[in-house]
């Protein structure tokens, strides 16, 4: 059997497609990480984590990190960050879930659409 597919929509840094194989209609999301307001070369899955504590803690963002990971490193140290009280600031803030992790909101609304 074939697998069958075909892109539908494309976004900054998702797209989706719609896949058939043996008469099965499927829908395939594919969602890369990173967040183009943090100042990295690489964008890595700390981008999210950093934009949340941004956020939530108003942290300025230091320049000059090649990787995600390094600056979140530094944020993780200098400011005591504990990652799961951070994530507890989500419950109920929609907007902090939007400005986290928006391009996975994006793709799984227009899922949510077909």
């Known amino acids: 059997m074939v697998f069958r597919c075909a892109e539908e929509k494309?976004?900054?840094?998702?797209?989706?497609?719609?896949?058939?194989?043996?008469?099965?209609?499927?829908?395939?999301?594919?969602?890369?990480?990173?967040?183009d307001q943090v100042p990295v070369k690489r964008h890595e899955?700390?981008?999210?984590?950093?934009?949340?504590?941004?956020?939530?803690?108003n942290i300025n963002l230091v320049h000059g990190f090649?990787?995600?990971?390094?600056l979140w490193k530094k944020l993780?140290?200098?400011?005591?960050?504990?990652?799961?009280?951070?994530f507890k600031q989500?419950?109920?803030?929609?907007d902090l879930l939007e400005k986290m992790l928006p391009q996975h909101l994006q793709a799984l609304r227009l899922l949510m659409s077909l």
Not at 13 to 27: A, N, T
Not at 66 to 70: A, E, L, P, T, Y
Not at 76 to 85: A, G, M, P, Q, T
């Open 10 to 35: 494309n976004g900054r840094r998702f797209s989706i497609c719609s896949c058939v194989r043996g008469g099965k209609h499927v829908y395939l999301a594919t969602v890369i990480n990173g967040v």
């Open 90 to 94: 989500l419950s109920g803030r929609d």
């Open 45 to 57: 899955v700390e981008d999210h984590l950093i934009m949340l504590a941004k956020e939530v803690m």
């Open 66 to 70: 090649n990787r995600s990971k390094d």
């Open 76 to 86: 993780e140290k200098d400011y005591r960050i504990n990652r799961y009280e951070l």
